[in-house]
């Protein structure tokens, strides 16, 4: 069995400070390049670039984390921002609560594939060539979503952990052995 070149493109994380709650006027100012605009948006839009991460930040003591290329970068990028949250003067009683919401992937199977056939061979496919260029492959273990091209690339979303991509990818691989 061919191996599959996989590569995380995005993962996405709810960050929750337990009894946390923030001033979001108080906070933007304090966070450089924050963006906070209460009319338009109902959080704080902040960028961390070392590493690269986009975060959300609610009122609630609440964010949510995109962006990151791996999960050592997310953790760094929430403890750094977290360290900055401190600074600021909000009390943080305890580490925040993370969990993965999402992780995205890429595939390359090193291979073509006949998108009509495989849409025909499967129940869990869907492809509308005329609407859009990729089939969708719904696999239920792990829960995702695999989005497959001709090219023998594919995206994956749905992803809870690094476990799921890499079982997603073997499920795809095997199923797609004989097309």
Same mark, same amino acid.
Request: hydrophobic fraction near 40%; charge should be positive; charged fraction near 25%.
């Given at each position: 069995?061919?191996?599959?070149?996989? @590569?995380? @493109?995005?993962?996405?994380?709810?960050?929750?400070?337990?009894?946390?709650? /923030?001033?979001?006027? *108080?906070?933007?100012?304090?966070?450089?390049?924050? *963006?906070?605009?209460?009319?338009?948006?109902?959080?704080?839009?902040?960028?961390?670039?070392?590493?690269?991460?986009?975060?959300?930040?609610?009122?609630?003591?609440?964010?949510?984390?995109?962006?990151?290329?791996?999960?050592?970068?997310?953790?760094?990028?929430?403890?750094?921002?977290?360290?900055?949250?401190?600074?600021?003067?909000?009390?943080?009683?305890?580490?925040?609560?993370? @969990?993965? @919401?999402?992780?995205?992937?890429? /595939?390359? &199977?090193?291979?073509?594939?006949?998108?009509? *056939?495989?849409?025909?061979? &499967?129940?869990?496919?869907?492809?509308?060539?005329?609407?859009?260029?990729?089939?969708? &492959?719904?696999?239920?273990?792990?829960?995702?979503?695999?989005?497959?091209?001709?090219?023998?690339?594919?995206?994956?979303?749905?992803?809870?952990?690094?476990?799921?991509?890499?079982?997603?990818?073997?499920?795809?691989?095997?199923?797609?052995?004989?097309?």
């Amino acid at each position: 069995m061919a191996n599959v070149k996989t @590569q995380i @493109q995005n993962i996405v994380l709810s960050v929750t400070y337990e009894g946390a709650e /923030f001033n979001l006027e *108080r906070l933007a100012k304090s966070l450089d390049g924050a *963006r906070y605009d209460p009319e338009v948006f109902p959080g704080i839009a902040y960028k961390s670039t070392d590493p690269p991460a986009s975060f959300l930040i609610f009122a609630s003591g609440k964010m949510n984390c995109v962006g990151a290329k791996s999960m050592n970068d997310a953790k760094l990028a929430i403890k750094r921002l977290t360290n900055k949250l401190k600074k600021s003067g909000i009390k943080i009683k305890s580490e925040p609560k993370v @969990q993965v @919401q999402n992780i995205v992937a890429s /595939f390359d &199977f090193g291979r073509e594939f006949d998108l009509e *056939r495989i849409a025909r061979s &499967f129940e869990n496919t869907e492809y509308e060539p005329e609407v859009f260029p990729g089939l969708v &492959f719904r696999l239920e273990e792990p829960k995702t979503v695999v989005l497959l091209f001709v090219s023998g690339k594919g995206v994956c979303a749905g992803a809870k952990s690094m476990a799921d991509i890499k079982r997603a990818a073997l499920a795809i691989t095997k199923l797609l052995k004989r097309h």
